[in-house]
């Protein structure tokens, strides 16, 4: 069954989904919204310094990004999805590496995912605007692409820290959540 159909206007794509992929959109990004806070925390009480279990966190929310879009991919069939999904595992792959080398490192491939993911994030979320519920996703997306920024500017501080990492996480959280209540009011309206 066919969920998603792309019209071209000029330039732009728009793409749309039929009305039952957007429960399972609904769902997902409730669980992304209830990932990303429980590991803000998690990473928060983790300390400044980069341990074991820091790392662990580090590299475990690319690859949580990445079961996220085969799922999303599953359910919606966007394509662009599939260069998510490989830009976050490469992503979890230059995390775990660059831990090695220490929190400047961890940034500044930390800001490079979150350019690039923020970048497909804005994408998906356009293609996805007759759907209802993502603006918050596009505002996310955007968002996402300035945070990746200003990790790789504090890549050079004198003293970086990963803390601001689950701030981010959380901040994308909320708006998975605004973007879930939007979708759930959008499906009642239809």
Known sequence: METERSFSFGRAEVTTLAPSAAPALRRLYLVRFGFAVVWAILLTSTGADLNPVSVGLLVLY???????????????RTSTLAVNAAVSALAAVGLAVAAAAGVPAVLRVWGAWAIVSGLVQLVVGVRRRALGGQVPMMLAGGISVLAGASFAAMAGADDPAVAGVAGYAAVGGVF???????LGRAARGN
Do not use: C, M, Q
């Not at 690319?62 to 919606?76: E, G, T, Y």
């Not at 998975?176 to 939007?182: E, I, K, N, W, Y």
């Open 62 to 76: 690319p690859v949580f990004d990445v079961a996220a879009a085969v799922v999303d991919l599953r359910s919606s």
């Open 176 to 182: 998975f959540l605004v973007s879930a209540l939007r």
